[in-house]
């Protein structure tokens, strides 16, 4: 089964400046997806980036880019020029693609909680 | 689109009511997730549904839970009887098709206290 593990359970930066946000996993498998979902006090849970393993670029939205290094199993998030309403909780999933019953799960890590100073 | 809608968004009850969780996906989304968020266990999925048919449901805690999808529209998450420890926010999600690389739209949840 894949595990995804964030070491940081909390983090903290200035606005303005740059954080990044860590990322393993444990997986057999050579294809499959990560995502890094944003989870605001309101709860709802909100998409921020997502990465095809098949593909070595990293992927980018905005402010937001990921550090994909496949074999290393490590998938990290930076937040670039913070903003206040960047604080919310982060989780970073993983997404099988192998056949059965493990086809599309998404496995999410234990969260890290940013917080974001003015 | 109005996204996924769960209800309640607050349940309260005591311990050994029985407690409804409601979902309804994105019309056209075909895949269906329940996830169960506690401070102790992180997200933790319970059960997917594919076109209506449970996939995996190994993910229930206990014989106490069950979650039906009747149609394309509708699915329920079922605790009876309810414990204190199934305290936590419930989410429904739903994705388009079955490619791993749609993307899973949350609900807002159901925060479950249960007393």
């Known amino acids: 089964a894949q595990t995804v593990t964030q070491s940081q359970p909390e983090m903290s930066v200035q606005e303005a400046e740059t954080v990044t946000l860590s990322c393993t996993y444990d997986t057999s498998e050579s294809d499959y997806y990560l995502f890094w979902y944003k989870q605001p006090p309101s709860r709802q849970m909100i998409l921020v980036i997502r990465?095809?393993?098949?593909?070595?670029q990293n992927a980018t939205e905005n402010r937001f880019s990921v550090n994909f290094q496949k074999a290393a199993k490590s998938f990290s998030l930076k937040i670039s020029d913070s903003q206040l309403g960047d604080a919310a909780m982060y989780f970073c999933?993983?997404?099988?693609?192998?056949?059965?019953?493990?086809?599309?799960?998404?496995?999410f890590g234990q969260g890290t909680i940013l917080t974001v100073h003015p | 689109d109005a996204g996924v809608i769960q209800s309640p968004r607050h349940e309260v009850t005591e311990m050994g009511q029985e407690v409804t969780l409601r979902c309804k996906p994105i019309?056209?989304?075909?895949?269906l997730f329940w996830y169960r968020q506690t401070m102790m266990r992180g997200l933790e999925l319970l059960i997917y549904?594919?076109?209506?048919?449970?996939?995996?449901d190994s993910g229930m805690p206990e014989d106490r839970f069950s979650a039906k999808m009747p149609n394309a529209s509708f699915s329920t998450l079922k605790i009876q009887p309810s414990e204190p420890r199934d305290s936590a926010v419930y989410f429904c999600?739903?994705?388009?098709?079955?490619?791993?690389?749609?993307?899973?739209?949350f609900g807002a949840g159901s925060r479950l206290t249960v007393l």
């Open positions: 990465q095809e393993a098949y593909k070595q």
């Open positions: 999600a739903s994705k388009p098709g079955f490619s791993g690389a749609n993307v899973l739209t």
């Open positions: 019309s056209g989304h075909n895949s």
């Open positions: 999933a993983y997404r099988s693609l192998t056949g059965g019953t493990s086809y599309g799960k998404l496995t």
């Open positions: 549904f594919n076109n209506n048919v449970p996939i995996d």
